[in-house]
């Protein structure tokens, strides 16, 4: 708190216009400080002591070297769904409450999911380069499979692989998942089979991605992984980048036993400009964009205030990461 006023730090090298928090924040009366990764070494001494609540946007690594020095912070707010920016068992040992906001964009990601489904089945992005060229020919890049013939295996099944599988039902495609801890009553409810990890790798035309990042599931799809599924088959990730291992997905595709890749997520962001899965055709990449709507962001950003404002003034907190911080603070979700 500063002069008698919470404070809210916000963490961002993504978002330029922060007029709609400033707009609630000042409603609150609460301060906000806006620091890049510039200059976080000259604001981190001055603003994290002080800082009652903390905003930190996905790819600000948000750290223990933070978390530590965060003596007044009573809830880290995440625009967004992943949160492995930030380290949760530092901020649960210093009693600071983290929150994020999981249910914004369901739509726009199973949207972008189906869209990079498309575009890479069809081959879309070696048509339009093609044409650009001035060279006329749907025949040069075959081989094309008929759409519904395809088997769509979810890793992981949640809201967005959800919306993911209503959307492709229409077309006639097979849908599989393996998702160990959903009810099985889901599976039916989706018309979607249960399998097994191994299963869903061979049986998998194209792959979907729909699980977080954490430690036990980095580079789950690898070279082994990606020579058991059929030849030919596509593979894509709308989730996060470093569940696939990047090398051996490149390897993969020049050797031709994956037709191709659709990718809104890369293990880094942006990529440097010689990562050779830029140079191939087979592969679309977009600049995780996948949750991007204006109707969204307004969403986002209203509900990550929200948890800011409620957080700061010691209210319930809805979603939450650290239920053991939550309970310290003697607050009831």
């Known amino acids: 708190m500063r002069a008698g006023k919470y404070l809210v730090w916000i963490l961002d090298d993504e978002w330029n216009d922060h007029n709609l928090e400033m707009n609630m924040y000042q409603q609150h009366d609460i301060e906000v400080k806006v620091t890049r990764s510039e200059t976080l070494e000259e604001d981190l001494p001055i603003f994290a002591p002080i800082a009652d609540g903390v905003v930190a946007q996905v790819g600000f690594q948000c750290r223990a070297n933070i978390i530590e020095k965060l003596d007044s912070c009573k809830v880290i707010s995440i625009p967004g769904v992943g949160y492995d920016h930030v380290d949760v068992d530092a901020a649960t040992k210093k009693g600071i409450v983290v929150s994020h906001v999981p249910d914004y964009c369901a739509e726009e990601v199973s949207d972008h999911t189906v869209a990079l489904i498309l575009a890479v089945t069809r081959r879309l992005s070696a048509y339009s380069r093609k044409v650009k060229e001035g ?78 990042l954490r430690p036990e599931n980095k580079n789950i799809i690898g070279y082994e992984q990606l020579k058991q599924m059929p030849k030919g088959s596509f593979i894509v990730n709308t989730s996060r980048g470093g569940l696939i291992n990047e090398e051996d997905l490149y390897q993969a595709i020049v050797e031709g036993h994956i037709a191709g890749a659709g990718l809104d997520v890369l293990l880094n962001e942006p990529p440097d400009p010689n990562d050779p899965l830029l140079s191939l055709d087979q592969v679309y990449i977009t600049p995780h964009s996948g949750y991007i709507s204006d109707d969204a962001l307004r969403e986002l950003k209203h509900k990550t205030c929200q948890n800011i404002i409620d957080g700061v003034a010691g209210r319930p907190l809805v979603k939450v990461l650290n239920q053991e911080a939550l309970n310290n603070f003697n607050r009831v979700v």
Do not use: C
Not at 150 to 155: E, I, K, M, Q, S
Not at 164 to 175: D, I, M, Q, T
Not at 181 to 203: A, C, D, G, M
């Open 135 to 212: 060279k006329w020919d749907p025949m040069d890049t075959l081989p094309i499979q008929r759409f519904s013939t395809n088997t769509v295996g979810f890793l992981g099944f949640g809201k967005i692989a959800r919306r993911v599988a209503e959307k492709l039902k229409p077309f006639g495609v097979r849908l599989i998942t393996y998702a160990p801890s959903v009810p099985k009553e889901i599976f039916s409810k989706y018309t979607v089979e249960s399998v097994s990890f191994n299963e869903l790798l061979r049986q998998s035309t194209i792959l979907s991605l729909h699980i977080p």
